[in-house]
């Protein structure tokens, strides 16, 4: 019966060291997608600001030199 419960308590050490280990993994993505999301954000507005709105439109209207 001691074996028993030694050998459970074992097994429930290895599990909380394991979940804390993905909890902290979890952690560290969740602060990566937060850090991408602000940067694309970023991105987003800096593209937005060179690109005038219509601009595309009338690129794709023109004809070819070649025409």
């Not at 308590?9 to 599990?15: A, D, I, V, Y």
């Not at 991105?43 to 070819?64: H, K, W, Y």
């Amino acid at each position: 019966m001691e074996e028993r419960i030694t050998e459970l308590e074992l097994r429930f050490m290895q599990q909380e060291r394991t979940i804390q280990e993905l909890n902290e993994t979890v952690f560290r993505q969740e602060q990566s997608i937060t850090r991408l999301e602000r940067q694309l954000q970023l991105l987003s507005e800096q593209f937005r600001s060179f690109e005038p709105a219509g601009t595309l439109d009338l690129v794709e209207d023109e004809r070819p030199p070649h025409y």
